[in-house]
């Protein structure tokens, strides 16, 4: 079989091969400039002790971001929130509201100072699931989210939407706290995965 090995501008390489079959395969690259197909994996971190959980480093060519949550919880009642930012992070402007199903009840709140993924938190409540933030435009980022909190008799469903304030530059951050910022993390983990 052969084979194109293609170097990268600062490390490592790509690789590609010919399939072993008989016959002329063509593939055609479209016809546009940036990352394809691209998707990177953080390094999980513990959501066990804390105020906030903060990766930087994402690349300019990330268009979109996936916040995973691995039964994430604090001791406090104070909303998880998820903040993201260029260069430093983004505390306001934000246009956000999150709402959970629990039984026949519903809640909703609204958030100016990071995206919402629940109408409230509660110490008792322990949330799995993911979160989505998309480029829409030039350093402006949408948002959603749909999550699962399960609690000792009362699990809900959880669901965000939202859209940033316009950064500054490309995200290159993203942050999980709460909107008191004081309320501390003490189970599970969270990790992301950004793509160009």
Do not use: C, E
Not at 92 to 109: E, L, R, T
């Amino acid at each position: 079989m052969a084979s194109v090995v293609i170097s990268g501008d600062s490390s490592g390489t790509i690789t590609l091969s010919a399939p072993s079959v008989a016959g002329t395969n063509t593939a055609t690259l479209p016809a546009q400039t940036g990352t394809v197909g691209m998707i990177a994996q953080g390094t999980a971190v513990a959501t066990t002790s804390g105020t906030s959980v903060t990766f930087t480093g994402i690349p300019s060519w990330a268009k979109s971001i996936t916040v995973m949550f691995n039964g994430v919880s604090t001791n406090g009642s104070s909303p998880i929130i998820i903040q993201i930012g260029s260069g430093s992070v983004s505390t306001s402007g934000y246009i956000s509201n999150g709402s959970a199903i629990q039984g026949a009840n519903v809640g909703a709140g609204s958030y100016t100072t990071g995206f919402g993924i629940a109408d409230a938190n509660l110490a008792v409540f322990i949330g799995y699931g993911v979160a989505s933030i998309n480029l829409i435009s030039s350093n402006l980022y949408t948002f959603m989210s749909v999550m699962a909190q399960n609690g000792a008799a009362n699990p809900r469903t959880i669901h965000g939407g939202g859209v940033s304030p316009t950064l500054g530059g490309a995200l290159d951050r993203v942050i999980i706290t709460t909107v008191n910022g004081t309320d501390t993390f003490d189970a599970g983990s969270v990790n992301i995965l950004y793509q160009g």
